[in-house]
Each structure stands twice: as C-alpha cells, then as structure tokens.
C-alpha cells in the first residue's frame, strides 16, 4: 500500500496508508485528532486542508456545501490522495483505554415524561477510567446498539448515569422506556469521543446545551466541582436550552460551584420569564470577551452548527470550540 505523509498544524506528522482515513491513521500512531461519531455526520472532526488533495470514503453530510468548497473536511472520513497538510492540531490528552464490559442496571428513574435517568454498575474489578464529557456504546440484551454520554463523574459512585431520551419508533428507546428492569445485563464499550475539559487555567468557561446534551456537560461541572480554587477556570457558566419548562430536569444549583446560569427556552410560553431563543444567541447578548473564552457545547446537531457558525465568525478561536452533536443513529434512533 502507498503512504502518505500527513502534516498538522502544530507540525506534528504522521502516515496514511492509501483507503485509510485520516483519523484512524492519526489513532493508529497514538496522535489524538478530535472525533466523535466516526460516520462523517457530527462533524466534530471537522479541519482544513492547506494543500494536498484527499477523497471522502463516504458521504460527508455532516459538512455544509459552502464548508466544502471552502476546503473544510472530515478527518473521520476522508483519506489522503497524496501527502496533505491540514489546519488542525492534535489533542494534548491521551484518553484512557477503550474497553469492553458487562454491566447491570442499578436503577431506572423517570425524569420527565420522555427522559429517564438510568444507572448502571460495572462488576467489581472492573478497571473502567473516562474522561468527564466523554460517551459509552450500549449494547442491549437484544443486540442494539446506541451511543450515550455519561452524566457523572464515576469517581465517588463507581456507578455510570446516563440521561436517555425517548425517541418516538426507536428500537432502543423501546428497550429503555418499556422493557428494562433493575439487574438486566447490558454491554458498555468505551469511553470513546474527543469531548471532554481542555487546559483552562485563566479561561472563561462557557457551556451550551440543548436537551439531553446536558448529560456530559453535567459530568464535566462536577469535575471542576471537585478541584481546588487555583486549579478552576477564572468563571463558568452554563447555558441550556429546551422546548418545555418541564424539561430542565436537573438543577445545576445544586453542584458546590459557582456557575452562571441562564436556562433559555425556545417555546412561548406565558409562564415563563427568563431568556428566550437560541442558547449561543442569549449567550452573545451578554457581550463576553471570545478571547478568553473555552466554549464547549452539546446537544442537536442544529445548535452545534449554528453555535459553530455564529461564535467562529464572532471572534471564537476554532480550537477553543468543542463540540459533540447528538446525531439520530444510522437506523431508525
């Protein structure tokens, strides 16, 4: 097979074997690019390409057509034609390893009228590290198969939360809101993804959230819950967005941290009197200073790219932009 020699911005290289995508090529020589959903849908591995051409392995339809003919593509999904440099840097961070285990379901909680809280318990000896902010696969019983964030910081419980939201027709939301019981086995895989807390000594954090996209964001503020005052973020605040009053089902008040929060809703609705809207326009309304700021933001892949989209162009550094769209699984979920 050729090999193709691949250049980062921050002049770190590695090679590419023809048929190979970037990414796995990257993984494969323990560099650590951004990703999450590996389908070319998220768009979290998101770059540029200064010079080199490359071909798309499959559809990139987590890309706008004016990304694309602006040289954007996805890492996850494209592998090189020749030697390529990118505008993109690696991660700092080498996640922890990804393994496999079985699991059982401590307890199933209804949160709202569609999203239920479920806890699971890995077996004693289970040697299981993530990252806060970092996802799971699932495997149930009957062989399906999702993707969900973890919601906790794992480290006091040892137990794994996760917010699971019902999604109408779903196989698996089929399994979690009308079939699951305590003690049912299940499988995890992981942890897996990019999204998890950069260095951010001095920095601003800001996290926006939409729907069930709290869940990794919630697990991430408990984390910085747990460090010293030298070691926290010079502020942090959380904005968090959902169609109904009833959906803001956990109340980031309750965490031992100093958190600006603004929960915005996006329906009209005569019994509510705070923010209104898009979660990154109320966010820009208060006028923050970009250039400090650490933005992380989870939720609908409509959020990630209008967030993306409007923050960027607002004075947002790329690299301090950190994303996991929830995209729909390839089947009906």
């Known amino acids: 097979k050729k090999m193709f020699e691949i250049k980062l911005k921050n002049t770190k290289c590695f090679t590419a074997p023809s048929g190979v995508s970037i990414l796995d090529a990257a993984l494969q020589a323990d560099i650590f690019l951004p990703h999450s959903?590996?389908?070319?849908?998220?768009?979290?591995?998101k770059g540029k390409?200064?010079?080199?051409?490359?071909?798309?392995?499959?559809?990139?339809?987590?890309?706008?057509?004016?990304e694309k003919d602006d040289g954007w593509v996805l890492t996850c999904i494209r592998a090189p034609l020749e030697a390529i440099e990118l505008d993109i840097e690696d991660i700092h961070v080498k996640p922890p390893e990804k393994k496999t285990f079985p699991s059982r379901i401590q307890a199933i909680k209804k949160l709202t009228d569609d999203i239920v809280q479920v806890t699971l318990r890995l077996p004693p000896t289970a040697d299981f590290e993530y990252l806060p902010g970092q996802y799971i696969d699932i495997t149930s019983?009957?062989?399906?198969?999702?993707?969900?964030?973890?919601?906790?910081?794992?480290?006091?419980?040892?137990?794994?939360?996760?917010?699971?939201k019902n999604v109408p027709n779903g196989e698996m939301s089929q399994y979690w809101f009308n079939l699951a019981s305590e003690n049912d086995l299940v499988r995890i895989n992981g942890p897996l993804g990019t999204f998890f807390l950069r260095e951010y000594i001095d920095m601003d954090l800001v996290f926006l959230a939409t729907?069930?996209?709290?869940?990794?964001?919630?697990?991430?503020?408990?984390?910085?819950?747990?460090?010293?005052?030298?070691?926290?973020?010079?502020?942090?605040?959380?904005y968090w967005g959902n169609r109904d009053i009833s959906d803001f089902y956990w109340d980031p008040k309750e965490l031992p941290l100093n958190i600006n929060y603004t929960p915005v809703l996006s329906k009209n609705d005569l019994n509510w009197d705070g923010a209104k809207g898009y979660v990154q326009d109320v966010y820009l309304l208060s006028s923050p200073n970009l250039k400090t700021t650490q933005l992380y933001a989870c939720g609908s892949e409509a959020m990630i790219h209008a967030a993306g989209k409007l923050l960027l162009s607002s004075g947002l550094e790329k690299r301090n932009f950190m994303a996991d769209a929830f995209v729909c699984s390839a089947t009906i979920e």
């Open 211 to 238: 729907g069930t996209g709290i869940a990794p964001i919630k697990s991430m503020l408990e984390e910085i819950a747990t460090r010293t005052e030298l070691e926290k973020p010079r502020s942090v605040s959380l």
């Open 49 to 66: 390409v200064i010079s080199g051409e490359t071909f798309a392995l499959h559809d990139e339809s987590g890309l706008t057509q004016q």
């Open 37 to 45: 959903c590996k389908t070319g849908r998220c768009s979290t591995c």
């Open 141 to 164: 019983g009957q062989g399906i198969k999702r993707s969900y964030s973890i919601a906790n910081t794992f480290k006091i419980s040892k137990l794994i939360e996760l917010h699971i």
